[in-house]
């Protein structure tokens, strides 16, 4: 059955680098987009951006450059990558298969 | 961006009773291609948020027939006939017509 799992540090300090990763099981990354919401105190549920089925890719363009999104296909894992972070960044990060099928989230919390 | 503003609901709603949730968009949802471009979500407490409908209107696998979409380009409706235990959470709206997709600020069910 269709399965994603993030896993991710837990706890950053600020200005340094986010990274979690997203493994899925079940379907293949070749067939579908995967996309990344996080889940924050202050803005509620924020989409992030995508990576499509043809691995381009899609951000919200509140994280400017910030935010990476990449996969590994052959290892079915999907990557975000986040710079610069700040307190405000502090949340539950998910990631998605399209709309359908969401990971139980990982909880990031920036803080020195 | 799209601003997607959801309404609240009286709560506690007696348990058998129906509930009907709004939420509307600053800019029409409806393509050219005849679909609108909402989904609505629930996240019940310490979950991940769940598809319920999408295209407005239609069911997600596996979703009660008691959920229902329907609305307009900018005005919309989930209606949830004889609401139970399970239904209690917070439920989204979501536009993806345009980048960056965004959701409402989420409308709180509880049950009677």
């Known amino acids: 059955q269709v399965q994603l799992k993030e896993t991710g540090p837990g706890l950053v300090q600020p200005t340094q680098t986010l990274s979690i990763t997203c493994t899925v099981s079940?379907?293949?990354?070749?067939?579908?987009?995967m996309q990344w919401v996080r889940q924050t105190p202050g803005k509620g549920l924020e989409w992030m951006g995508f990576?499509?089925?043809?691995?381009?890719?899609e951000y919200n363009s509140e994280f400017k450059s910030r935010l990476s999104i990449s996969r590994d296909t052959s290892k079915n894992q999907v990557f975000l990558k986040m710079n610069s972070l700040k307190t405000e960044d502090t949340g539950v990060y998910y990631c998605a298969r399209d709309n359908s099928y969401w990971g139980q989230g990982v909880m990031v919390t920036v803080s020195s | 961006d799209i601003v997607m503003t959801q309404g609240a609901l009286p709560n506690p709603v007696p348990s058998g009773e129906s509930a009907s949730i709004t939420c509307q968009s600053s800019k029409s949802l409806l393509h050219s291609n005849g679909k609108t471009y909402l989904n609505w979500y629930l996240q019940r407490p310490g979950q991940s948020p769940q598809l319920l409908i999408y295209?407005?209107?239609t069911r997600a696998s596996g979703v009660s027939d008691r959920f229902s979409g329907s609305g307009s380009g900018t005005d919309f409706t989930l209606k949830i006939s004889s609401v139970e235990a399970e239904d209690v959470g917070v439920y989204y709206c979501q536009q993806f017509l345009e980048y960056p997709f965004t959701f409402g600020s989420g409308t709180k069910l509880e049950i009677k």
């Open positions: 079940g379907f293949s990354l070749t067939s579908y987009y």
């Open positions: 990576i499509r089925s043809g691995g381009s890719t």
């Open positions: 295209w407005m209107s």
